[in-house]
């Protein structure tokens, strides 16, 4: 079973700074695609940013240039930084890993139990 754990998520001011992070954890061999997505009051969840295991990353457009996501491979961890943060950034983050390679097989998708950021005006 994989488990993905969150942290670093909190309130914030506009324009302010967070990072955040997420570790993936059970007897994992290697995970192809890990991502952050986040979901808002009354909104539907979404893509913030993903990347691959080659490092090819993705982003939505509402966070090009201020957020970047990177991950280190031999720790099975992704990370967020998050830039000149606006109101509407505030949503719920969740962690995603996508093609966990695993002792007991393959799993396809795994999420996080999402954490909460909160950007004031």
């Known amino acids: 079973q994989v488990q993905l754990v969150e942290s670093g998520g909190g309130l914030v001011q506009a324009g302010g700074s967070l990072r955040l992070s997420c570790a993936a954890s059970?007897?994992?061999?290697?995970?192809?695609?890990m991502g952050w997505y986040r979901q808002a009051p009354g909104k539907q969840r979404e893509l913030v940013a993903a990347?691959?295991?080659?490092?090819?990353?993705n982003y939505a457009d509402s966070v090009k240039g201020r957020f970047t996501i990177s991950r280190d491979n031999a720790k099975n961890t992704v990370y967020l930084q998050m830039t000149s943060l606006k109101p509407e950034d505030t949503a719920v983050y969740y962690c995603?890993?996508?093609?966990?390679?695993?002792?007991?097989?393959?799993?396809?998708?795994?999420w996080g139990q999402g954490i909460l950021v909160t950007v004031s005006s």
């Open positions: 990347i691959t295991g080659a490092g090819s990353k």
């Open positions: 059970g007897s994992i061999f290697s995970i192809n695609v």
């Open positions: 995603n890993a996508r093609g966990v390679s695993t002792a007991r097989g393959t799993v396809s998708d795994a």
